[in-house]
């Protein structure tokens, strides 16, 4: 297994641009969600994503879009960034119905917005 | 609404015994995880309660009280290394996390 890998680690964007952030999933998991987290703050739910299709969305505009690819790799895509979206964004793997509640995250990609 | 909330700070020594509480209120439930974070790290899963009553891995156990909305973080023989954030979070609809503020702990010698 090797686990959740984000790329990339850190970025600085000016407020008004536009950024992907991707994430590979850990092998033999089909479901992908993304997080944010702010400083101090526990992690937000974005989005998810099974069999590419957005299943499930958190309280995040439209301006924040995902896709999700046939070897279950996915991107974060935040369109006309303010300065507010500045955070930590995780991405997280899973198996359908996981039962657990285990959901393998990577170590995030630091999103800092000028 | 959905909310969890969770105390913001926890000291306690080497070898000792620490309680994280968790109260939650949220639109559905489908049981009660813990993650850990260490500063700049991933969240890493601990343990989860679909069920009432306690659940026991290694030195971390963690409890369940569906019916009072109430759950905890049981850490035993503590190391410093379990310096670090403490997360509950509620499995909802779609498989989604709602993370609780978390608790960070301090660990001394």
């Known amino acids: 297994e090797t686990g959740v890998t984000q790329s990339p680690t850190h970025l600085i964007k000016t407020r008004g641009q536009q950024v992907t952030l991707r994430c590979s999933s850990q092998s033999g998991h089909n479901t992908v969600s993304w997080y944010q987290q702010a400083l101090g703050q526990g992690p937000q739910f974005i989005f998810q994503?099974?069999?590419?299709?957005?299943?499930g969305r958190g309280n995040f505009p439209p301006r924040f879009s995902g896709l999700q690819f046939p070897n279950y790799s996915s991107e974060l895509n935040v369109n006309a960034l303010e300065l507010d979206d500045s955070a930590l964004y995780l991405c997280a793997s899973s198996t359908t119905g996981t039962g657990s509640g285990g959901y393998t995250f990577g170590s995030g990609t630091r999103l800092t917005v000028v | 609404g959905q909310s969890l909330e969770q105390p913001s700070e926890v000291t306690a020594v080497e070898g000792a015994i620490v309680q994280i509480n968790c109260t939650y209120q949220?639109?559905?439930?489908?049981?009660l995880s813990w993650y850990q974070q260490h500063d700049g790290g991933a969240p890493t899963f601990l343990s989860y309660?679909?069920?009432?009553g306690l659940e026991e891995t290694g030195r971390f156990s963690s409890f369940l009280s569906r019916s009072d909305s109430y759950g905890y973080l049981l850490l035993q023989e503590l190391q410093m290394k379990d310096s670090a954030s403490y997360f509950c979070a509620v499995k909802g609809g779609f498989q989604k996390l709602v993370f609780g503020t978390g608790t960070r702990l301090l660990v001394s010698p």
């Open positions: 949220t639109s559905g439930f489908y049981g």
């Open positions: 994503y099974y069999r590419e299709e957005e299943n």
């Open positions: 309660n679909a069920l009432d």
